[in-house]
DNA sequence: ATGACTGTTGGTAACAGA
């Protein structure tokens, strides 16, 4: 089976450039992130046999799981999910629970998409927000985890390791890079995920993500910041950086993560 | 080079992203 992660930075904008990676890349499944829309643009994955469960916002956000191994138990957001509410608007009474997380069951596989808050600046409320979802995702997905086929894929906005980003030295007071991000990602992978560690396909540091601006993507000054979190039933025979989606006209500012694995 | 982008909309400037 082939999984993939990929966060498009608006799936209106990058429809061409989707439905062209679908047939080229031939996923089984594919995690989506940053849809950015209420509607996803689904024909064309249709006509190619797949399925799509879709959690939208509309402006921003929005994640998905497109498959062709079927599609079942469909969960939009996770048990305990919190909201964000910014401190200085007053006229929201209650936080809002953003389009951040879908999960489904693929061809046996339980797998979800996600799609980390950014966490904006260490201090700001956004970061706080950030580690509390995170804690909560690893709360609500404890049991499942153990009872079969595992992934959580996604946008998890942190680098694993410092050698996850092209210079730990220009991360100093970063988010993405702290040992608090890091260590609610440790809780999640505490339950019994492998961080997936795709390999090199041109340079020997693997990001999946690069700045539009500046030429960082031509310099490989990147992050790997997309994870695959697979559990001891999920066997991977091969993972990659599809880097071939970040060049030419009109990328995402991510790469898809590509993962071809079996279950146990 | 203190630069460099891209996406969205109660839109044409502001904000978010990472």
């Not at 643009?41 to 959690?55: I, N």
């Not at 580690?131 to 946008?155: K, M, N, Q």
Request: hydrophobic residues 40%.
């Amino acid at each position: 089976m082939r999984v993939a992660t990929w966060n498009v930075n608006s799936i209106g904008a990058r429809l061409p450039r989707f439905n062209e990676w679908l047939e080229l890349a031939e996923p089984d499944v594919v995690c989506l992130q940053e849809t950015k829309t209420a509607d996803f643009p689904s024909e064309h994955a249709e006509s190619l046999g797949y399925e799509v469960a879709h959690h939208g916002d509309g402006r921003w956000n929005g994640v998905a799981i497109v498959s062709r191994v079927g599609l079942e138990d469909v969960s939009l957001g996770f048990e305990g999910q919190p909201g964000f509410a910014p401190e200085d608007d007053a006229l929201l009474a209650m936080p809002k629970v953003e389009a951040r997380a879908v999960g489904a069951t693929c061809g046996g596989l339980r797998i979800w998409s996600l799609y980390v808050p950014n966490g904006r600046s260490v201090g700001d409320p956004h970061y706080a927000y950030k580690l509390e979802w995170l804690a909560r995702y690893r709360d609500a997905i404890a049991t499942e985890v153990g009872t079969g086929p595992f992934v959580s894929t996604g946008d998890f906005n942190i680098a694993p390791n410092d050698a996850d980003v092209w210079d730990i030295r220009d991360f100093v007071g970063s988010t993405h890079v702290t040992p608090a991000e890091r260590a609610a990602l440790g809780a999640i992978t505490d339950l019994g995920l492998t961080d997936v560690q795709p390999r090199s396909l041109k340079y020997d540091e693997v990001f999946s993500y690069w700045d539009y601006r500046a030429g960082m993507f031509h310099k490989n000054k990147g992050m790997r910041i997309d994870l695959v979190l697979a559990n001891d039933r999920v066997v991977v025979s091969d993972a990659y950086v599809d880097r071939n989606a970040r060049k030419g006209t009109g990328p995402s500012d991510h790469a898809p993560v590509v993962v071809d694995l079996s279950l146990a």
